[in-house]
């Protein structure tokens, strides 16, 4: 079955440096996402990418965030400036349609570690 | 601001029992609800996806149900096994496109 695959699995930073964390969705999908979870705390949602563009965004996803489809395949989230805070989870999910009928599909995360 | 709420928090079950989670939301003009699992580590798997319009949905041994007027969904898990471990999240679409609010999560312990 095909699926969301994330690189790397685990990102060490320094704090004020930038991070490009990389998803490629499945082949034939054409909404993508990214969410974040904080150790202990809920999934959150960041942003959904439709037709190379942000189609919707929540309060978290600021000025230090960015996502880009640089090619037919990879789907980044880039990080400028980490904080601490930024340490988590991330998850790259795809879907094939608008997420009211069809469902998403995740990767398994890289784990984000800001010193 | 839609909030989701998840209730146990933990469970812990012998192997072979019927068992139900619970979700609640605030907002009930959502466009789906899904049901996910999380293991350890790992991403989120989707076991179940609900539309508004329905009222509940089947897979296997899962069984979905939704209630838009009173903000509630279960998540029936029939005959549970040792390999259904795991925490199990509830998500809620709604309050514009494609934006989506998680639960906290109910993690599940099935003892053999």
């Known amino acids: 079955e095909p699926e969301v695959t994330q690189t790397p699995s685990h990102q060490v930073t320094q704090m004020g440096q930038e991070v490009i964390l990389r998803c490629v969705p499945i082949?034939?999908?054409?909404?993508f996402y990214w969410y974040r979870q904080i150790l202990g705390q809920k999934v959150e949602f960041l942003v959904s990418f439709y037709n190379n563009e942000i189609s919707e965004k929540s309060e978290i996803f600021d000025d230090q965030f960015s996502v880009e489809r640089p090619d037919g395949s990879n789907f980044t989230l880039k990080i400028r400036s980490t904080k601490l805070e930024d340490s988590a989870m991330y998850f790259c999910?795809?879907?094939?349609?608008?997420?009211?009928?069809?469902?998403?599909?995740f990767g398994d995360g890289t784990r984000l570690s800001i010193l | 601001k839609q909030e989701v709420t998840q209730i146990p928090a933990a469970l812990s079950v012998p192997e072979g029992e019927n068992l139900v989670l619970n979700c609640s939301f605030t907002?009930?003009?959502?466009?789906?609800l899904q049901w996910f699992r999380q293991d350890p580590g790992k991403g989120l798997t989707s076991l179940l996806l609900?539309?508004?319009?329905?009222r509940e949905q089947t897979s296997g041994r899962l069984n979905a149900s939704l209630d838009k007027s009173s903000g509630r969904s279960t998540l029936y898990i029939a005959a549970s096994q040792p390999g259904d471990s795991a925490t199990y999240l509830c998500a809620v679409f709604s309050g514009g496109y494609q934006k989506v609010t998680f639960g906290t999560g109910t993690k599940l312990q099935v003892i053999p």
């Open positions: 609900i539309q508004s319009s329905q």
């Open positions: 082949s034939n999908h054409l909404y």
């Open positions: 999910a795809s879907s094939v349609d608008y997420i009211s009928n069809q469902p998403q599909h």
């Open positions: 907002d009930s003009a959502i466009y789906n």
